[in-house]
């Protein structure tokens, strides 16, 4: 019934985007596929993905990267907002301003990746669905919040200078990093459920552990690597120099 859900809101919310999408087309179609695969990535984790958390850390983990680093960039490069014509005055200025505000948006992710791998907070989340469906929601939701700045959909207003999403992601690598290194360097399982819980896989819940941390730790770097690469190039592009001279 949950998976029906889940899939049901996606579709509609894929539907309302593909409509204004052809009712305008003021959006490239290589925008509106990166809409798409950014539902589909946030598909993946809550549907087919949701059975095997339970079992193995590193499927939890592959639901976090993919609802916090890999669908939330790819969901804002479409520009959802733009297509389905919202405008400026359905979000009060002095609630947008704050909730778009660079300081906030990388507090509420980081405060989302510790708060939610804490182990007694974590356990909750694993043993009550109510509370596991809030454990998603905010990874979605600050991982929407935190791509916000760096991506610029329509229609943010960039508050900091664009070189400073450099210093940014690197500041937000840093948390990734250190929970990262506490999970893949201990020597034992941080999350004691998972040694009560059948495997599905060869790997023991302590390499279950490592191979999950690793997997966060190379994701983060390597997104963020790329997202500051493209920053890069076009901060120094002469089109953006030229706007800044402006």
Known sequence: MVAATITLVIVLAGAV??????KGRSIPVWRACSFFLGLFLTWVPLVPVASADSHMLTAHMIQHLLLMTFAPPLIWLGEPLMTVQLRRWL???NLGRPLGHPVFC????????????VPAIFQLGMESPTWHFIEHASFLISGLLFWWPVMQPWPSVALWPRWSMLLYLFLATLPCDVLSGLLVFSDRVVYPMYLAMPQMGALSPLEDQECAAALMWTCVTVVFLVA????????????????EAV
């Open 91 to 93: 979000v009060p200025k």
């Open 228 to 243: 500051g690469t493209i920053l890069s190039m076009q901060i120094l592009s002469p089109n953006h120099r030229v706007q």
């Open 106 to 117: 990388w507090l509420a992710a980081t405060a989302t990746l510790i708060v939610w791998h």
């Open 17 to 22: 985007y593909l409509r204004g999408w052809l």
